[in-house]
């Protein structure tokens, strides 16, 4: 089963728009993980957040998590035509002190337009 | 060291037969992980070895799904009688991280389609 929901599940904008994706889990959490997926490839790691974290940065890339609300967000800044690819959230749950397994959402199919 | 490797990359076999597949973790890292992606969906687990023993496994992982992990080193997923249900990206991915964090690099699947 997936813990988490991305909401949109289909984005589009222009090239140097900001791109922004949502993510909403339901169990606790030790941290959660943005990942990229370019079609027909394995995912790749973007960033992580911590349950203790509010918001991090990484180049274009900023991610908010609210314990509270159980969401997080993934905003691109100055999207790129090579930035067009699906994102995943995952949520790697408490247990037994260290978060072993990563659950995955639905995704968000980004297409950035040249 | 080039990541984590996956073979093979495509497999088209008929219901019925059995398939295998391999995968190559990165040499440093004691945890392996196989996913299954189906199109449109996010990756769902299936299992996950630190070194050789195998200490989770999903309820998606029926009677004719078994994995291993012979020497902690590369793993093996082995699905037999396969139906069509059974065609999909399987993901295969390792960590390392003594963080506790668990991130994971995964290798580039390798597609199963059950005709």
């Known amino acids: 089963s997936q813990q988490g929901e991305e909401d949109p599940q289909a984005l589009s904008i222009q090239e140097g728009e900001n791109a922004t994706m949502n993510c909403s889990y339901k169990?606790?959490?030790?941290?959660l993980q943005w990942y990229r997926q370019n079609s027909g490839r394995g995912l790749v790691h973007l960033i992580l957040i911590r349950s203790n974290e509010r918001e991090k940065h990484s180049g274009r890339l900023r991610v908010t998590l609210d314990t509270s609300k159980k969401s997080s967000s993934l905003l691109i800044t100055a999207s790129r035509a090579a930035d067009t690819a699906s994102y995943f959230c995952a949520t790697a749950r408490i247990s037994s002190g260290s978060a072993r397994q990563l659950t995955f959402g639905s995704g968000t199919q980004l297409t950035v337009l040249p | 060291d080039t990541g984590v490797s996956q073979d093979p990359r495509h497999k088209i076999t008929k219901r019925g037969q059995n398939v295998t597949f391999r995968c190559d973790p990165i040499s440093e890292h004691n945890r392996l992980y196989w996913y299954r992606q189906t199109l449109g969906q996010g990756p769902e687990f299936l299992t996950y070895?630190?070194?050789?023993?195998?200490?989770?496994k999903s309820r998606l992982l029926s009677d004719r799904f078994s994995a291993e992990r012979p020497k902690g080193s590369f793993s093996t997923l082995e699905i037999q009688r396969t139906e069509q249900g059974d065609s999909a990206m399987y993901l295969c991915?390792?960590?390392?991280?003594?963080?506790?964090?668990?991130?994971?690099?995964f290798g580039a699947g390798s597609r199963l389609t059950v005709l």
């Open positions: 991915a390792s960590s390392g991280d003594s963080s506790g964090a668990n991130v994971l690099t």
């Open positions: 169990t606790s959490i030790n941290n």
């Open positions: 070895f630190q070194n050789e023993a195998q200490l989770e």
